[in-house]
């Protein structure tokens, strides 16, 4: 079995978040486990380019991987490089995994896979929401849906990675298959963290790329309604015209001196996400969330929308709080927390390390993707 990765991006462009982390978890467990796989990707890094040399092949972190030259800096990701190479190699692929859609490197990818006959996996990433759908550029989303990338969907296999995404996609698609399988998460080895030292101020923690549909207003103009002692850490990076506005709001809220702005954060995000009493992600849309997995894994309770991917997971393990994406819910849950739940963080703290560890093993979950792809290959030979 010889399969192909395609993403827009890929690491070391850590700048576009959970994505690239888990895409290139997938590629990295399926070379362990023997597969033969190989990685189509651009030189994006945000807007500027990685310090790779352009069509070079390289070999990133055991994957074979090629860094194709793209002509366009934003999010269209165009690569014509990639799609000629792609048109003259495909054949030799059983399988073409695509990762994210709306970018020309995905639309363009998988019309040329459905000429040439080669099975196409999508994995939208949460691009294919209603929120996707009604967030920025509608109508050139809507008219390449209807008169072009419907009819790829369609005749395409499905990975979603939580049941939000698939009652999404299953609304107003009908494509060959979905499998829901979860996103790998990279966590540290497994320890028995120690105890937070003990702070009169709830350690509040936001922790995620910096964008709207992350609703990091929502948290911010909850927080002058708090009740007791707290301060807010945001860790991420975003578009700065977009953080000033947040920070405006923090200013004429009268928040600001209490919140720490600790921007990007990498090698150390588990000791971020470990010495904080409580992670908060009210998104408007997310189909899974990577650091909400990261963040209980270190013992960080959680709260997050019911919006996010991970919720039904959360509530069934009772790992968490779920709330609304406004800011009524928000500040209701807080206060109930603070003043009301602290017991509940503690118990948390002791019981969420083991339960993910459990549950998000590498080597069974590289098991069921390896299930997934034979599959397929199975239902076309047939």
Known sequence: MKILQICAAYKPAYVYGGPTMSVSMLSEQLVKAGIDVEVYTTTANGKTELDILPNSTLKTDGVTTTYFKRLTKDHSHFSPALLTSLWRNIKKFDLVHIHAWWNLVSLFSATIAIIKGVPIIISPRGT????????????????????????????????????????????????????????????????????????????????????????????????????FPYHLYIAGSGESDYINTLKSIAINTNVANNITWLGFQNENKFDVLHNHDLFILPSYDENFGNAVIESLAVGTPVLISDKVGLADYVEKNDLGWICKNNVQSVLEIINEIGTNQKDKLKIIREKAPKIIYDDFLEDSLVKKYIDFYTNILQSNHN
């Open 128 to 227: 294919l929401s209603s929120y996707s759908f009604q967030n920025k550029n509608i109508g050139p989303k809507w008219a390449i849906h209807t008169f072009w990338g419907k009819v790829l969907l369609n005749k395409s296999y499905f990975h979603v990675t939580s049941e939000l995404e698939k009652k999404a996609i299953s609304s107003f698609l009908n494509p060959l298959s979905i499998c829901l399988l979860p996103n790998f998460v990279k966590l540290p080895l497994f320890k028995v963290w120690e105890n937070n030292k003990h702070s009169e101020k709830l350690r509040l923690l936001f922790f995620s790329r910096i964008e709207q549909k992350k609703g990091l207003e929502i948290l911010i103009n909850a927080l002058n309604g708090i009740k």
